[in-house]
Nanobody, 124 residues
Framework: QVQLVESGGGLVQPGGSLTLSCVASGVTLDHFAIGWFRQAPGQEREIISCISMSQDFTYYTPSMEGRFTISRDSAKQTAYLQMNRLTPEDTAVYYC?????????????????WGQGTQVTVSP
């Protein structure tokens, strides 16, 4: 059974940084591309970034490119999302998800397994 567990969320001041982790079990993470998504209150879930199975391609939503960095560590079965220069608009629940597609896909329905999410709150 595939399980994805996010961690690293919390309360941070504007301009601060956080690194989110997504640990996978029940699956070999190398066999999947990984996406990070977020859902703010009252808004639809949106993609932040994705990284291909072979790590040779990444995608970032344009509004987040340059502030967020996605990465993965096969040995640790873990994906990461480094977030810098956070603003209150980044407040949301952040999710990781896996897709069996080798490439990076922005379509949420391509992602079959999801974590439970971790709350990120950016506030003074």
């Amino acid at each position: 059974q595939v399980q994805l567990v996010e961690s690293g969320g919390g309360l941070v001041q504007p301009g601060g940084s956080l690194t989110l982790s997504c640990v996978a079990s029940g699956v070999t993470l190398d066999h999947f591309a990984i996406g990070w998504f977020r859902q703010a209150p009252g808004q639809e879930r949106e993609i932040i970034s994705c990284i291909s199975m072979s790590q040779d391609f990444t995608y970032y939503t344009p509004s987040m490119e340059g502030r967020f960095t996605i990465s993965r560590d096969s040995a640790k079965q873990t994906a990461y999302l480094q977030m810098n220069r956070l603003t209150p608009e980044d407040t949301a629940v952040y999710y990781c998800a896996t897709t069996p597609f080798s490439g990076c896909t922005t379509r949420q329905y391509d992602y079959h397994d999801w974590g439970q999410g971790t709350q990120v709150t950016v506030s003074p």
